[in-house]
């Protein structure tokens, strides 16, 4: 899953440029992780039943255990809206994606 933000990017696109920028601009409340392993757990146990599926979590890319954040470590930003990447964020997941599965390249 992909956090949803209360605030637009480009609000905190421009704090970050501008230097008025606050972390509680660019961060998602712990709500969405919450609701993320939820699902992920009823998700899991149907994956379960299907031999040779597997899930794939993508949430944690972007969150922790107290917020979400739509700035990446290295101050870029990932999300074109509340909830889409942008062509920052879009790549950003796909490493991480073939990171934790390498085999997707084979």
């Given amino acids: 899953g992909i956090p949803h933000f209360a605030n637009a990017p480009d ?3 421009y704090r970050l440029r501008f230097g008025d920028y606050h972390p509680d601009w660019c961060l998602s409340s712990v709500t969405f992780h919450s609701e ?3 699902a992920a757990s009823r998700v899991a146990q149907l994956v379960e039943a299907v031999p040779g599926l597997e899930l794939l979590l993508t949430h944690h890319e972007f ?3 107290v917020s979400c954040s739509m700035i990446a470590q290295n ?3 990932l999300f074109r809206d509340t ?3 942008n062509l920052n964020g879009s790549p950003f997941l796909a490493d ?3 990171s ?3 085999d997707l390249l084979r």
Avoid: A, R, W, Y
């Fill in 11 to 13: 609000s905190c696109k």
């Fill in 36 to 38: 993320t392993l939820e």
């Fill in 63 to 65: 969150c922790n255990e």
């Fill in 75 to 77: 101050g870029d930003l």
């Fill in 83 to 85: 909830h889409h990447l």
């Fill in 96 to 98: 991480e994606i073939v």
């Fill in 100 to 102: 934790q599965m390498p």
